[in-house]
């Protein structure tokens, strides 16, 4: 599909490429779990399910994030660029290279030449004053000025160019949104997230951000659930110690929500959508939190679980979410124990074998069976060891 607007002498167009597909209604049902041993699950009965549509999807994996690799594709593709979607990109593909790699994604030929090309985008959309709005001439939002600021600082973090004195205007804004005291959750969440991306800035004023951060963390509960997560892993950063953060996790931790092996965040409040709030992005900044904060809490895999299961068939259903998401995921694998250097992986429907492979390092395989075939399996239960 193309589309061409023009405007006097001004001339923009995309095009994007559209699927044409069977009108239908697809459903889809994902388990995910980790064995020692073998194990057997149950396929529901399949006899109403069109033989022609559909299949069934196994992967096995050393990493109990198996599928990362569906999110990074997600921003690999995303053919849109405002200031949240280049940060939602840039961030990820910098932090994840290594896994991407391991778990078999094709990343953009030159991913160091497209980071910087997505800096000097993000660059474009600067106002005078160093703030940042949606797009270039945008109205500049607080929110959108920490998350950009936040990339730049990631893009710097990794050895792309960012102009000091472009990151000494990102202080100086960052700083001011934490020095108005917030008179709403959302201007409490703002603060919250200033917070976050100066603490470990060179040149942050740490005494007065731990001042305010202390502030923040007198009423805990007035805040959203994902400016706790957020408040949470500044603490960590400015180095408050464990005891004086204890009530902010107890506070995150009596907000999740456990259902057999998994967790997720339950936000009582109200959402505040011009921050891009939403479940799945609250999760992964909680995950991200309690890493920082406690490496070995017994919530990490329950929630890093929560998370995978509320992927979509393409991912997550927002950059922000698979941004954020994959971040998480992330820092979690690496509080893990290495992964073995070979794992043997079987799998089988009734008879017919649908997977055998050895797994080393951080490694992943998937199979796929057509839905005639798994039709005719007539409810085999699916071993797998």
């Known amino acids: 599909v193309g589309v061409v607007g023009r405007d006097g002498r001004a001339l923009d167009g995309a095009t994007v490429a559209v699927a044409v597909e069977s009108p239908v209604t697809l459903e889809a049902s994902a388990l995910s779990g980790s064995t020692s041993g073998a194990v057997a699950e149950a396929v529901a009965g399949l006899d109403a ?40 990109r840039l961030v990820p593909l910098l932090a994840l290279r290594d896994l991407a790699g391991a778990l078999g994604v094709t990343l953009p030929p030159d991913v160091d030449g497209a980071s910087r090309q997505a800096v000097t985008r993000l660059l474009d959309h600067r106002s005078p004053d160093g703030r940042f709005g949606l797009w270039p001439g945008s109205r500049p939002s607080p929110w959108l000025t920490t ?26 804004a960052l700083s ?8 709403s959750p959302a201007a409490a969440a703002e603060a919250c997230f200033a917070l976050d991306v100066l603490a470990p800035l060179p040149g942050a004023a740490v005494v007065h951000a731990r001042t305010v951060a202390r502030q923040l963390l007198a009423a805990p509960d007035a805040l959203p659930l994902f400016a706790r997560a957020l408040l949470l892993h500044a603490l960590v950063d400015l180095g408050v110690d464990a005891a004086e953060r204890a009530p902010l996790l107890r506070s995150i931790e009596s907000s999740l929500h456990v259902d057999g092996a998994t967790a997720r965040a339950v936000e009582a409040g109200p959402s505040l959508d011009d921050q891009l709030d939403s479940r799945a992005r609250t999760s992964a900044l909680v995950l991200r ?82 839905m005639a075939d798994l039709v005719a399996a007539a409810g ?4 797998i060891e």
């Open 289 to 370: 939190a309690l890493v920082a904060a406690a490496p070995a809490h017994p919530l990490r895999e329950p929630l890093a679980r929560g998370l995978v299961a509320d992927r979509g068939p393409k991912g997550w259903r927002t950059t922000q979410e698979t941004a954020w998401a994959l971040l998480a995921l992330d820092a979690y694998r690496r509080t893990l124990p290495p992964p073995p250097s070979a794992l043997a992986a079987r799998a089988a429907l009734g008879p017919a074998s649908l997977l055998d492979v050895t797994l080393a390092g951080v490694e992943e395989r998937t199979a796929r069976l057509p």
């Open 49 to 88: 399910l069109r033989p022609d549509v559909g299949d069934l999807e196994l992967t096995v994996s050393t990493s109990p994030v198996a599928g990362l690799a569906v999110g990074l594709e997600q921003l690999v593709d995303y053919p849109h660029g405002c200031t949240e979607q280049t940060v939602s």
């Open 147 to 172: 998350y950009a600021y936040w990339g730049l600082a990631e893009a710097q973090r990794r050895g792309l160019p960012v102009d000091p004195a472009v990151m000494a205007e990102g202080r100086a």
């Open 176 to 183: 001011d949104t934490v020095a108005h005291a917030p008179d």
């Open 380 to 383: 085999a239960p699916l071993h």
